[in-house]
T-cell receptor, first 112, second 115 residues
Framework: DAKTTQPNSMESNEEEPVHLPCNHSTISGTDYIHWYRQLPSQGPEYVIHGLTSNVNNRMASLAIAEDRKSSTLILHRATLRDAAVYYCILRESGAGSYQLTFGKGTKLSVIP | GAGVSQSPSNKVTEKGKDVELRCDPISGHTALYWYRQSLGQGLEFLIYFQGNSAPDKSGLPSDRFSAERTGGSVSTLTIQRTQQEDSAVYLC?????????????FGPGTRLTVT
């Protein structure tokens, strides 16, 4: 999987929006952008993914830059339960891309 | 609907004993993955199944580790003659099929402690 760069940590106040950035300047045309998160003492949890267009689901929104070299995960109203490590990864579109490999991710702290 | 389930949630075993870890994927998901995660570490890929076959076993750490999947559903990861370095959280995930566009859904994991 191609490399991504994320800040090590971020803080947010509860009930405020959070924008988590990810840079992926070497992304190829067929790479999907996936976000997962891992809460303390739990398994990873899928958040959202996209290819070119912005995506919304019940958990978050994903904003993808026009050149696809960066993306932003948006949590619209942070809650204490959103405190986790967030991982941005690129996945090739073929069936051969099945392993998930996480980098260090961004540790999000939510302040009550 | 029901997510991925794993059992047991915790397992403490003595060095040298065999253990079996079970994974029940989301119904209809043809791809199933086993990972492990040691304390404070990243995900380590072990093996993946597409249906009942395992195209990639390259992540299994040694021949003490084996896995099978029957009926395209439940999978069992077996560790023989456990060692202390096998202590970790073993995670199972499933997806509709393998490949980049498809998200993986994880179970809660089995925390294995070898004493």
């Amino acid at each position: 999987d191609a490399k991504t760069t994320q800040p090590n940590s971020m803080e947010s106040n509860e009930e405020e929006p959070v924008h988590l950035p990810c840079n992926h300047s070497t992304i190829s045309g067929t790479d999907y952008i996936h976000w997962y998160r891992q809460l303390p003492s739990q398994g990873p949890e899928y958040v959202i993914h996209g290819l070119t267009s912005n995506v919304n689901n019940r958990m978050a929104s994903l904003a993808i830059a026009e050149d696809r070299k960066s993306s932003t995960l948006i949590l619209h109203r942070a809650t204490l339960r959103d405190a986790a490590v967030y991982y941005c990864i690129l996945r090739e579109s073929g069936a051969g891309s099945y392993q998930l490999t996480f980098g260090k991710g961004t540790k999000l702290s939510v302040i009550p | 609907g029901a997510g991925v389930s794993q059992s047991p949630s915790n397992k403490v075993t003595e060095k040298g004993k065999d253990v079996e870890l079970r994974c029940d994927p989301i119904s209809g998901h043809t791809a199933l993955y086993w990972y492990r995660q040691s304390l404070g570490q990243g995900l380590e890929f072990l093996i993946y199944f597409q249906g009942n076959s395992a195209p990639d076993k390259s992540g299994l750490p040694s021949d003490r580790f084996s896995a099978e999947r029957t009926g395209g559903s439940v999978s069992t990861l077996t560790i023989q003659r456990t060692q202390q370095e096998d202590s970790a959280v073993y995670l199972c995930a499933s997806s509709r099929t393998s490949g980049g566009p498809y998200e993986q859904y994880f179970g809660p994991g089995t925390r294995l402690t070898v004493t």
